[in-house]
């Protein structure tokens, strides 16, 4: 006979239900991190085609003063940092972490089988 459970043990259905939520909620999450990343990107993208612009425009100057080479540098740092910014975070531990425990486990798992297939034929 199947033994009734105390109120204060949650159920199969309820354990099931809190993990959908608590899913659910990491991916809205997830979600609302992306959308501030991607309103990230179109910022980072229009500053650096603005610095490009401006740098380009400073470049084809004829008389380079030392002010003109000084602001220069800077907005070739900035687009430099910029462009860091805009690589970063494109590839996350996430993203990288079901393809790299695969290479774990089968890279793993080809090395024993040539520790074995080298002990057999050797």
């Known amino acids: 006979m199947k033994q009734p459970q105390k109120p204060s043990e949650p159920s199969d259905e309820e354990n099931q239900e809190f993990d959908f939520e608590q899913e659910l909620l990491e991916v809205e999450r997830s979600l609302v991190a ?3 990343r991607y309103k990230q990107i179109q910022r980072d ?3 650096q085609i603005q610095l490009q612009y401006k740098f380009n425009e400073l470049h084809q100057n ?3 003063t030392p002010e003109i080479k000084a602001e220069l540098r800077q907005i070739q740092q900035q687009l430099e940092v910029l462009e860091v910014c805009l ?3 494109l590839f996350s531990w996430r993203s990288f972490k079901e393809p790299f425990w695969q290479a774990v486990r089968f890279g793993g798992l080809g090395v024993i089988i040539g520790w074995i297939l080298k002990s ?3």
Do not use: A, N
């Open 62 to 64: 004829k008389h380079h």
């Open 34 to 36: 992306l959308k501030e």
């Open 45 to 47: 993208r229009r500053k």
């Open 120 to 122: 057999c034929g050797g």
């Open 87 to 89: 690589e970063s975070q």
